[in-house]
């Protein structure tokens, strides 16, 4: 039985309210000079209270070592195995714009590229073009029907863009046409299976039709399809765990992902507080939501130190709305670390805190890295979060006589 | 390879002498008046000398977050994972109450139930009549014989039995005749495949004539089954560790599961004080022994914070015997927590010690949850507990060359 199939069998509605709060990229290194942590260097008395009152650990987003992609690692959070609930490329790129798969949809990532006159790639991602530039092209391309199938081209960023394929009798089972190298000709795609015969072939036409389109948009002449897939069939949350359960995130790829897992995804503004205004709002609706902050993850990312030690100033100080509403159960936790100094996401454990009135409280005085390290939640991998929150929500019954 | 099958290659014998001490809900949460645990509040002088001697850790009976019943916890703690060794329902209470299960018996799990004339269910637990009074209607229903199969009924508690159907050609793969509500009509037990028709037909007979039977007897007019299944068939610890491994408890389940897994059961008396003088005799006879404590975890589930630390206090007295038979390993730990507060099982870790001249000392000054928490042997699955045993036994040879 795997943990997913457990939760299932075992999860009960209970009145109790669950907020958690993912602080994406929140972990992170020490500054040279100062030795602490941008988590360590923050002011969070409100982190520093729940830390002292609830329990605290320290999650392996992945596995030790791995670092996460933002799907995965948020895939994780929810109780999913990245390792066992994987998602097509094609797939991906389409979750992480948000766009909205049907279930029938076949969807690859595309690069523009740049061929010579024999048809050879020059350059697989034509000069980076620009997001601006690729938008204007997938309008050129969006729209084709090709043997009552429709073809829809959204740009995703820079070179990159994605084409869905909606229509009857098409299947997901097909080669790239992508070599993923230069200097070599663009691959014909292949049906890996019969029921794919059909996909393969109106594939190849569309290239074709595309490559007339672009002729003369040099460095963006040609187009490279891979990762044909289908949107996964993930089971619901709100199935297993038999909980209303909402997110607000300002990021495309979590909304896309959280409503992938059957999360419903608030509306709400750009800004940090608008996400927390929207938390109040829709907290009576509810009894379990996700808060996602994205701008620590970019900050660190940016390699910026102290903007995400800033930031995680100003989500503490929002935090204070969340302590406010009271619900049964607080959970403040990342899913990885982004440490400013490497500019990257990278594996280092994140640290987590679980506050309800039937945790074992730790009372430590300062929620950081290495003061969850002590904490009595000690250290677990992240598929285990939703199972441990589901605990001390009262949701969760015995397993077993 | 599973870790049993690893067990199995490596182990070996040694002279070594190991006793377990398992007290049943050890673990526990604060008392809000003195923030301190059943195990913090208790003097225990004995096992705070081991703490002190010996290498400490927190177990998950199961996994983070998930709140074990009390034949899984034990199974975790024999080294069986209860994710993969599952348990039928009818099996599970058969063993609860430690009846002599035979290899080809099937078992239903039964409730005495209330139906009208309409033949509705008007309470699937017939009042929750007592456990005296299913008494009297099992001895009713018990030994009759249906084409050739006996049928034995034996009461568990309340308004619950089993039902073992003994005989030639069964198969434990039918439908239950509960619906698992009330307003509807009990179902009429279906096989699931070939091998299952003359079990249904059995089944749904008995069913028929205990309804006659049952006839005057309301709130008990109705007798509803479910969770058919098998003695299952685990591995023996004998064989998989090779050692000579003995069971005290005055708990009929933990007995049940322990002769399931291929360990003696000696006869003891009641009291706690019996275990231990049980113990003593049998000592010199085994180079294994499990000594199991009820009574703490039903303080637990009382809700008896005092009298769950007095129990405590008087286990840390009888471990001056353990302590004076001078094993070679001494392990103190347990299957869940039971908080007092919750009066219920729960999920949180359980603390442990391993005593041996080969632990790494700990020199921790008290044997608690959150000194635990600082100890040598981390924070891990209970079903390492085995192997971590056996290597401080010196009862496991390496592995690989």
Not at 9 to 37: C, E, F, H, R, Y
Not at 260 to 285: A, H, M, N, Q, R
Request: proline share 7%.
């Amino acid at each position: 039985m795997n943990i997913l199939e457990l939760m299932e069998n075992i999860s009960a509605p209970s009145p109790v309210k669950v907020i958690v709060l993912a602080i994406d990229g929140l972990g992170g290194l020490p500054d040279p000079d100062t030795g602490k942590t941008e988590l360590e260097s923050a002011r969070t008395p409100n982190m520093d209270r729940l830390a002292f009152e609830g329990s605290c650990g320290l999650m392996d987003p992945i596995r030790p070592g791995i670092t996460p992609g933002s799907l995965p690692g948020h895939l994780a959070i929810f109780g999913f195995d990245p390792l066992n609930y994987t998602i097509g490329r094609g797939a991906m790129e389409a979750i992480g714009t948000n766009f909205d798969l049907q279930a029938e949809d076949i969807v690859a990532r595309g690069n523009f590229a740049t061929i010579n006159k024999e048809n050879i790639i020059l350059d697989r991602r034509a000069g980076r073009i620009t997001t601006e530039i690729a938008m204007g092209l997938c309008q050129l391309l969006d729209g084709m029907e090709i043997e009552g199938v429709k073809l829809i081209v959204r740009p995703v960023n820079d070179y990159r863009f994605i084409v869905v394929f909606r229509g009857e009798g098409l299947a997901s089972g097909v080669s790239d046409s992508d070599p993923q190298q230069n200097g070599l000709a663009p691959r014909k795609i292949m049906p890996l299976n019969v029921p794919a015969e059909k996909t393969a072939k109106i594939a190849n036409k569309f290239i074709a039709k595309a490559r007339i389109v672009l002729n003369k948009h040099h460095p963006a002449n040609m187009i490279l399809l891979r990762g044909f897939s289908k949107r996964p069939q993930f089971p619901s949350m709100t199935e297993i765990y038999k909980i209303k359960i909402a997110a607000i995130s300002t990021f495309p790829m979590y909304r896309g992902l959280a409503s992938l897992v059957g999360i419903e995804i608030l509306d709400t503004g750009p800004s940090l507080e608008d996400e927390f205004v929207t938390l109040e709002k829709y907290y009576p609706d509810y009894n379990f939501v996700f808060l996602h902050i994205k701008q620590v993850d970019t900050a660190g990312e940016d390699g910026d130190f102290g903007r995400k030690t800033k930031l995680i100033e100003e989500v503490d100080q929002l935090l204070g709305k969340v302590i406010k509403l009271n619900p049964g159960v607080i959970v403040v936790t990342s899913d990885h670390s982004t440490p400013a100094t490497m500019a990257l996401h990278s594996w280092h454990p994140v640290p987590v805190i679980i506050r309800s009135k039937l945790s074992r409280a730790d009372k430590l005085n300062k929620f950081s890295e290495s003061t969850c390290l002590r904490g009595g939640l000690g250290k677990f991998p992240a598929i285990y979060l939703m199972p441990l929150i589901m605990a001390h929500a009262q949701k969760l019954g015995k397993f077993g006589a």
